[in-house]
T-cell receptor, first 115, second 111 residues
Framework: DAGVIQSPRHEVTEMGQEVTLRCKPI?????LFWYRQTMMRGLELLIY????????DSGMPEDRFSAKMPNASFSTLKIQPSEPRDSAVYFC?????????????FGPGTRLTVL | TQLLEQSPQFLSIQEGENLTVYCNSS?????LQWYRQEPGEGPVLLVT?????EVKKLKRLTFQFGDARKDSSLHITAAQPGDTGLYLC???????????FGKGTLLTVNP
């Protein structure tokens, strides 16, 4: 079975440009998470969807960040405009269930560099 | 805000050595998970512990959840180069979906 798929794997852009990261969760999973990982702050939860509905977006840094999940098989994270401090690895994860003990399956991540 | 502190931050050892890494918090967690992340990949779940004092073994890896459910440890026996990676602990709040991640221990096992 295919795992969580993310694209692109690497993105280099200039400050001020719009960036869109994409995620295809594992089929049948009803929970989807977007995380950001940096050396300084570790792995941080940005937003959580359940059954395609955003449940918790308290981790989204500011209005420049937005996320959508138009259907059960696709989600996007958009940054507009991008800034150098947004440089990080962004992970999408999905799981079946809503309990914290349910196994989250992470994608390979998108490494974003904003110049 | 619940925080998880992991130590050491970096660890470099020779193949065959034993090691222990730690995950500590001032908060109580309902569950504790350990993940391993290899370069260029996402974290992969190794184990979930839910009961204070619980010990789980996965081949050469032994995981323990503290009695008070505020801390956990991961012990690796006879480390191998394939154990190299970033080990992350993550605390859960029961039926709450959210996990709080530590910053990780970066382990390098040299042949």
């Amino acid at each position: 079975d295919a795992g969580v798929i993310q694209s692109p794997r690497h993105e280099v852009t200039e400050m001020g440009q719009e960036v869109t990261l994409r995620c295809k969760p594992i089929s049948g999973h009803n929970s989807l998470f977007w995380y950001r990982q940096t050396m300084m702050r570790g792995l941080e939860l940005l937003i959580y969807f359940n059954n395609n509905v955003p449940i918790d977006d308290s981790g989204m840094p500011e209005d420049r960040f937005s996320a959508k999940m138009p259907n059960a098989s696709f989600s996007t994270l958009k940054i507009q405009p991008s800034e150098p401090r947004d440089s990080a690895v962004y992970f999408c994860a999905s799981k079946l269930g809503t309990d914290s003990t349910d196994t989250q399956y992470f994608g390979p991540g998108t490494r974003l560099t904003v110049l | 805000t619940q925080l998880l502190e992991q130590s050491p931050q970096f660890l470099s050892i020779q193949e065959g050595e034993n090691l222990t890494v730690y995950c500590n918090s001032s908060s109580v967690f309902s569950s504790l998970q350990w993940y391993r992340q290899e370069p260029g990949e996402g974290p992969v779940l190794l184990v979930t512990v839910v009961t204070g004092g619980e010990v789980k073994k996965l081949k050469r890896l032994t995981f323990q959840f503290g009695d008070a459910r505020k801390d956990s440890s991961l012990h690796i026996t006879a480390a191998q180069p394939g154990d190299t990676g970033l080990y992350l602990c993550a605390g859960g709040g029961g039926s709450n979906y959210k996990l709080t991640f530590g910053k990780g221990t970066l382990l390098t096992v040299n042949p």
